[in-house]
């Protein structure tokens, strides 16, 4: 059987609510998530909060306009993640 599912996937809008879209999105370990800049600015998807910084769990680096970054998350949980130039940007992934 055919399947048309879209991997998944999360766009970054850049400044303005909604940041990342979707905000929050749930996947199951093991799925590779991509997030996709179809902003005209560099951004980060950056693991952890802007109160207390980087986590360490991922991190894409700088990502210019049209960049993307793959990512793959093993353990269920919620992840929260940020932008590290514009802090005020951030989302949120759940892994089941
Ligand atoms: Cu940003």
Redesign the pocket.
């Given at each position: 059987m055919e399947s048309s599912v879209e991997k998944d996937k999360v766009n970054i809008l850049?400044?303005e609510s909604p940041f990342y879209s979707p905000n929050i999105i749930s996947i199951k370990a093991g799925e590779v998530l991509t997030f996709d800049n179809i902003d005209a600015?560099?951004?980060?998807v950056t693991s952890g909060t802007q109160e207390y910084g980087p986590d360490g769990t991922f991190d894409s680096g700088l990502l210019k306009a049209g960049d993307t970054f793959e990512l793959t998350l093993d353990k269920p949980g919620t992840y929260q993640y940020y932008?590290t130039?514009?802090p005020n940007?951030v989302g949120t992934i759940i892994v089941s």
């Open positions: 850049g400044l600015n560099f951004h980060t932008c130039i514009h940007m």
